[in-house]
């Protein structure tokens, strides 16, 4: 009996042709033909069309004359981006230090602690992204949960290009610090400190990318 071409639905290919466009594998400027993504898969066109819908509505991709193609960013755009992470992410902060229940604070307590101990760059960029999903998640707004999503996925397509500096130890140190008052400001339930606090340190690690994507030459125009 024939083999049938496989069935799996759009989200299990949304989520495989992201995770390559969101670790690099698959960079800006690549151009994805849904035809061959259907054949790579085995799959028929429609579930690979419908995840390439939703990675344009992520801001992930955008429509080119053969199919589609990895959206590429200007350092204008790239900043546009960090400016709307801190205007969402200091709102989070501030929800989370006016909404957190105690076990959304144990989260993000063994989080950090977890961090603090840490040694390895992987794992330590790895937890600092968990310490932020939960603070978003004690901040019970899903709204800013769900576009700070997608804003940190576009931001993740050019992490290789400011890895070095990022992943510096003077910056991974301030970063514990600064995460450490904001932490603070949320025990306390102190929403403007933590709002002010989770501002001046998006605003740090924005002028630290920036500098780095400037010095790399590598945002695409």
């Known amino acids: 009996m024939a083999t049938s071409r496989g069935s799996g639905g759009a989200g299990s290919h949304y989520t495989r042709i992201r995770q390559g466009i969101v670790s690099g594998q698959t960079p800006p400027g690549t151009v994805l033909i849904p035809t061959a993504l259907s054949t790579q898969y085995n799959v028929s ?3 690979v069309r419908e995840a390439l819908i939703r990675l344009e509505q992520d801001g992930l991709v955008e429509q080119a004359t053969r199919g589609y193609v990895v959206r590429a960013r200007t350092p204008e755009e790239i900043l546009e981006i960090c400016e709307a992470r801190i205007a969402l992410e ?3 902060a501030e929800a989370a230090a006016a909404h957190r229940t105690e076990l959304d604070l144990a989260r993000l307590v063994h989080v950090h602690e977890s961090t603090v101990e840490c040694t390895d ?3 330590l960029r790895e937890l600092n992204t968990q310490w932020h999903v939960a603070l978003r998640e004690a901040g019970h707004n899903a709204v800013i949960a769900e576009l700070m999503d997608r804003l940190d ?8 290009h400011t890895s070095s500096a990022t992943d510096h130890p003077d910056n991974l140190g301030l970063i514990l610090d600064e ?3 904001i932490l603070d400001a949320v025990r306390r339930r102190d929403p403007q ?3 002010d606090r989770m501002v001046a340190h998006q605003s740090r690690t924005r002028d630290l990318r920036i500098g780095a994507l400037a010095r790399s030459g590598r945002a695409m125009s």
Request: proline share 4%.
């Open 121 to 123: 760059a992987a794992e």
């Open 45 to 47: 066109r429609t579930p």
């Open 153 to 160: 996925a576009q931001l993740k397509v050019y992490d290789s």
């Open 179 to 181: 995460h450490a008052g």
């Open 193 to 195: 400190t933590a709002r």
């Open 90 to 92: 200091s709102a989070a």
